[in-house]
């Protein structure tokens, strides 16, 4: 049975998650860990960061920090604006919510 827009869309016209950005301590130690998920996406290290492409442009960005943590996500959302929103940090545990018009 295929789901209908209605099942798939957020009232807020959220369609899916876009880019992750992961706060890690340990940048090679993270990349080995998510090696087994990712199989053959594209990815791209720097000295700082490794941001790994999955499927249809899904977009996970390692980023060396002190500590774990998702620091960021981004939203596709259907609503059409001209640039990205952030959300309300307050609602969000400290990670910063951006919504992005497809």
């Not at 899916?16 to 990349?31: C, F, N, R, S, Y």
Request: proline share 4%; aromatic share 4%.
């Amino acid at each position: 049975m295929t789901c209908t827009t209605e099942e798939v869309t957020h009232r807020n016209g959220a369609l899916g998650i876009h880019k992750l950005v992961i706060d890690v301590p340990d940048l090679e130690a993270w990349m080995s860990k998510y090696t087994p998920f990712i199989g053959e996406a594209m990815s791209v290290k720097t000295e700082e960061t490794c941001t790994i492409t999955i499927g249809k442009n899904h977009i996970i960005l390692l980023r060396q920090a002190n500590q774990y943590g998702i620091s960021e996500i981004h939203l596709l959302t259907s609503h059409q604006m001209e640039n990205p929103i952030q959300l309300a940090p307050n609602h969000a545990l400290g990670s910063a919510i951006f919504m992005t018009s497809i």
